[in-house]
């Protein structure tokens, strides 16, 4: 593979699946050989459209291709176990959507079965791979802040939804938590780790999904973490990082910032800029890349998007959703000691 362009396959048709491969289809490194839906009709549409080789109407057909080295699945979340799942037994490498999967107890059994079967497994947080997240990364991990006390994040959208939307739909996994606040608090996570605890409020909708949620993060060092989600209220998606001895800001669309503001005590403020070919869609393009490094490398998981950094973001998404009391269909009481903290709608 070292010598040889990298073979996808894609597995599912909607929106995220054709930005990506759209990515795909312009890196030199790269090739797409292969489509899935649960469906022919959709797939070979989608195949039409990128000029892919091959397009199956069933996800197996597309894990049992020999000639796909990785497989890109970009399902709704509540799919991810069940895709990523049949392109792991089947010996595929697979890069999967976030949120990584419904809930800590999926995502375990699928990193399980990577380590398992000698798989590459990842999951496509793209800010983790941004060049500019990475370069302020540095900046904390040198000290440059001083000690981390606080992180804040946001990430709403103005909606409204209908509750025929799948941001509402239960039976999708629906609410803003899994699909927006998996940002903020894997931001969180990114600077500070697993916290230690976990206070939680939300908004519920009548179908029992969280239109917003706030959480505190708290952890063992004594830092805080201000996180917050919405599917009702645009918010400004913004983050900062707040130590000892400075501040980083991060504008709107913090996950794929063009720029930050370093300030430190006595000091002037320091703006660093993005490499002016790293727009938004640039992230997608580096988490592919981060994907086929790894895979020439020999390597089963990558250092930017640790296997176990998922499952303690996870773990953490499932502590907020005991809090407010958000639970899916078929997936029972993760933690029947859990309180409901929520306000209905």
Known sequence: MAEQKVRWGILATGGIAATFTADLVDLPDAEVVAVASRSREPAEAFAERFGIERAYGDWASLARDEDVDVVYVATPHTAHRAAAGICLEAGRNVLCEKPFT?????????????????????????????????????????????EVRSVQADFGLAGPFPPSHRLRDPELGGGSLLDLGVYPVSFAQLLLGEPSDVVARAQLSPEGVDLQTGALLSYDSGALASVHCSIVGGTATSASVTGSEGRIDLPYGFFFPDRFVLHRDGREAEEF????????????????????????????????????????????????????????PGEGVVDDSAEPVATPA
Do not use: Q
């Open 273 to 328: 800029t993005a490499d002016p070919a790293d727009g938004p869609r640039a992230s997608l393009r580096h988490e592919a890349a981060e994907v086929m490094r790894a895979l020439r490398a020999g390597e089963t998981e990558s250092p930017l998007v640790p296997l176990d950094g998922t499952l303690a973001v996870m773990r953490t998404l499932d502590a907020i959703r005991d809090r407010i009391g958000v639970r899916y």
């Open 102 to 146: 419904l809930n800590v107890r999926e995502a375990e059994e699928l990193v399980a079965l990577a380590r398992g079967n000698g798989r590459f497994l990842m999951e496509a947080m793209w800010m983790y791979c941004n060049p500019l997240i990475r370069r302020m990364k540095a900046l904390v991990d040198d000290g440059a802040i001083g």
